[in-house]
């Protein structure tokens, strides 16, 4: 059995925080603990120590992405948090529509997309309200998240019959391609519609030329402590069009004495 000592967790922790916004607390140890075990094992590392001084000496990254890929949770599942959906079909898209009618530009940005269920719910909830004038408009939305095992499952795009049971039943038809009894393939025409990319959110810059008019970030920030999710939210606030929108998960809350972001709802705020 793999043993972690306190001052092998402590450096792990800085490390992970550091670089990646990431704050495992001390209580997490026996967690990183299981999720380790078989990766030191099978490598025949004799200590963590080993492993984690390889990780550091890999110039190619892809020792740190599979730390990443074990020690990230993303769990997500169509539709939720439904509220937020609802909310952007019947408020901000007819707004958007109005504003950017003679550009035809919508940017939107799902910020840890996981296994992809969010930002195709987007695409497809846009596909319904542009309809036949859908090709006039440029809607293709950016989905980012640090786990490459995450991004794999969402570039894929199969997911079984049970979990896209909630959908819109014409959503099912029109939107999905059944592979077999248990799996179904999300359609070429939603799936054109979202760019997935490795990013980290903890990047001291963010690299994008254009602002989003929505920001879609749920479910991240509980990992992360108060003055990281500070940074995080104040560069959200920065490449927000005025007038735009951020998204966060129901668990997590904003300091609002701290952003220039105004409260519209739970988890829903907006730039002026």
Not at 86 to 104: C, H, N, R, T, W
Not at 241 to 264: C, M
Request: hydrophobic share 35%.
């Amino acid at each position: 059995m793999l043993n972690i000592t306190e001052k092998e967790f402590k450096k792990l922790a800085e490390y992970m925080k550091k670089y990646y916004g990431i704050n495992f607390k001390p209580e997490k140890k026996s967690l990183v603990i299981g999720r380790l075990q078989n990766i030191i094992s099978q490598g025949n590392f004799d200590s963590f120590s080993s492993y984690f001084d390889y990780i550091q000496a890999d110039k190619t990254g892809e020792a740190v992405k599979t730390l990443i890929n074990k020690l990230t949770t993303n769990h997500t599942f169509f539709m939720r948090e439904s509220e937020h959906f609802m909310y952007f079909k019947d408020k901000i898209l007819p707004y958007l529509a109005s504003v950017e009618a003679s550009k035809k530009d919508l940017r939107i940005w799902s910020a840890g997309c996981s296994s992809g269920e969010e930002p195709y719910t987007l695409a497809m909830i846009m596909a319904d309200y542009f309809g036949a004038n859908k090709g006039f408009w440029d809607t293709r939305i950016l989905a980012t998240d640090i786990s490459t095992k995450a991004l794999e499952k969402a570039i894929r795009g199969v997911y079984s019959k049970e979990s896209i049971s909630v959908l819109p039943k014409h959503w099912q038809l029109n939107y999905f391609n059944r592979l077999n009894d248990k799996e179904y393939a999300i359609s070429d025409e939603i799936k054109k519609e979202v760019i997935f990319r490795r990013f980290n959110l903890n990047s001291a810059e963010f690299p994008f030329r254009k602002k989003f008019h929505v920001i879609f970030c749920r479910n991240v920030m509980i990992y992360f402590d108060a003055e990281t999710k500070r940074k995080l939210i104040n560069k959200f606030y920065e490449i927000t069009e005025p007038g735009g929108y951020l998204f966060i998960g129901h668990s997590e809350s904003i300091n609002r004495n701290e952003t220039g972001y105004k409260y519209v709802m739970p988890a829903l705020y907006r730039k002026e």
